[in-house]
């Protein structure tokens, strides 16, 4: 059984901060690996995808991949109130039309 | 951009009605897939279509079935509502096989 593993929080972090967000994954043979936001009530938007071969920075978004202790990061540089959502990691291989989901980390910024 | 479009945001129906959610995407992505989500429970894929006339199983298809008669669109259609399908439902769309899912607004169902 292919699992992702995220802690479901609440992680609080100051406004300003960085804000460090972890996923676990158990399949050894996954390519693919995405960040997704979702606001209470709201649909997941998608917020950057990295893929076995190297991290990507986007903006104050940055996605770090350890692929010896099979999890991928997200770090939020410079926490902003509106940043205040749940984070959803999903992992696949390339092969496989499902994505895997984890089921969420709940990310509070405190002014 | 991408656009998911899900015929409704808020749904009230009763215990044994069939029901019927319909999604339609915009940019001619091959899959399409249902997922629901309940609190403590995150995603759960229900069914996906990877092309026209085409569907398969997600982890908890019981109780659900799905249409996709032509690319655009995939409809999820509930048999005999039941009130534990009470949840919000989700549907995604994605170019390529395994890669990015774009989601609709989702459809928050309750079944009483």
């Known amino acids: 059984q292919k699992e992702v593993e995220q802690n479901s929080g609440p992680l609080s972090v100051p406004e300003g901060a960085i804000a460090s967000l972890n996923c676990t994954y158990s399949?050894?043979?996954?390519?693919?690996f995405f960040w997704y936001r979702q606001y209470s009530g709201k649909s997941p938007e998608l917020i950057m995808f990295?893929?076995s071969n190297g991290d990507k920075e986007d903006g104050r978004f940055t996605a770090q991949l350890n692929k010896a202790s099979q999890y991928v990061s997200l770090l939020i540089r410079d926490s902003q109130p509106s940043d205040s959502a749940t984070y959803l990691c999903?992992?696949?291989?390339?092969?496989?039309?499902?994505?895997?989901w984890g089921a969420g980390t709940k990310l509070i910024i405190k002014p | 951009d991408v656009k998911v479009t899900q015929s409704s945001r808020y749904l009230v129906k009763r215990t044994g009605e069939k029901v019927f959610l319909e999604c339609v995407q915009d940019?001619?992505?091959?899959?399409m897939f249902w997922y629901r989500q309940d609190p403590g429970l995150g995603l759960r894929l229900i069914y996906f279509?990877?092309?026209?006339?085409?569907?398969e199983k997600g982890d908890i298809p019981e109780g659900y079935s799905v249409s996709r008669e032509k690319k655009e669109r995939f409809s999820l259609i509930l048999e005999s509502a039941s009130t534990n399908q009470t949840s919000m439902y989700l549907c995604?769309?994605?170019?390529?096989?395994?890669?990015?899912?774009?989601f609709g607004q989702g459809t928050r169902l309750t079944v009483v």
């Open positions: 399949d050894r043979g996954s390519q693919s």
């Open positions: 279509s990877y092309d026209v006339k085409m569907k």
């Open positions: 995604a769309s994605s170019l390529r096989t395994g890669g990015s899912a774009f």
């Open positions: 940019m001619d992505h091959e899959n």
């Open positions: 999903a992992v696949n291989e390339d092969s496989n039309y499902q994505l895997i």
């Open positions: 990295i893929y």
